[in-house]
């Protein structure tokens, strides 16, 4: 089945710690994204990437870190730099070019900062 | 300034009646597309229906169906014949073709959701 995984699913961090929330398609798209959720609130972009080794800052970068060394792969990394750490992430990925980009989500990673 | 705004942050309907979610949208980019997405207590987030700008008629999903207004800039949610797990929340969302500097990043601008709860 063609998908997208994140894991873990819930996650615990001490202050100042990095972690690293894993999320991988099998769904041959070129581009990938991390969006990050507060309760009841709406997605905001954290990063973004088009094409392998190729990543570009969302509207809320700071604290955060990707890579993408590989096109099924795009890790985000959650830096003792942020401050604010505890929230809801999503990945997200579609094919890059085409008038209509759907985007198809992963289950999410459910972070919170102890 | 908001480029998504969903005016209704929670909803109820009754079960098997219609119900519609609201959305505005801010852009002065001639390219774009607009996008609902549900998303239930689980977290996950369940792509809905999609309009095109230049689209000449409403998309319709089976039960989902979408009110564009270009004029009015509004783009809303018709859900017909509500069930109980239509129960979520519910995002409008908008891609600009232009103005991201690129036609082809597939940036995602979200609204602040609308929960809807189904009565039996």
């Known amino acids: 089945d063609g998908g997208i995984t994140q894991s873990p699913k819930y996650l615990f961090r001490k202050e100042g710690q990095n972690v690293t929330l894993s999320c991988e398609q099998n769904l041959n798209h070129d581009a990938m994204y991390w969006y990050r959720q507060d309760p009841g609130q709406g997605l905001r972009l954290i990063y973004y990437?088009?094409?392998?080794?190729?990543?570009q800052k969302g509207d809320i970068a700071e604290g955060y870190s990707v890579s993408r060394e590989k096109k099924e792969s795009f890790p985000l990394t959650v830096t003792s730099a942020q401050k604010n750490p505890t929230a809801f992430y999503l990945c997200?990925?579609?094919?890059?070019?085409?008038?209509?980009?759907?985007?198809?989500f992963g289950p999410g990673t459910r972070l919170t900062v102890l | 300034a908001q480029k998504i705004t969903q005016t209704q942050p929670g909803m109820f309907v009754q079960e098997k009646e219609a119900v519609t979610l609201d959305c505005t949208y801010d852009?002065?980019?001639?390219?774009?597309?607009l996008f609902w997405y549900k998303q239930p207590s689980s977290g996950e987030m369940i792509f809905l229906i999609y309009q095109g700008s230049y689209d000449q008629q409403n998309a319709t999903e089976g039960r989902y169906s979408l009110n564009f207004q270009k004029a009015r800039k509004s783009a809303n949610l018709v859900i017909s014949a509500s069930q109980l797990g239509d129960s979520a929340m519910y995002f409008c969302a908008m891609r600009e073709f232009l103005n991201s500097g690129s036609s082809n990043t597939g940036k995602l601008i979200f609204g602040q959701g609308t929960t809807l709860q189904v009565k039996p």
């Open positions: 990437s088009q094409i392998v080794n190729d990543f």
């Open positions: 852009t002065s980019d001639p390219s774009y597309g």
């Open positions: 997200a990925s579609s094919f890059a070019s085409g008038v209509y980009n759907e985007q198809f």
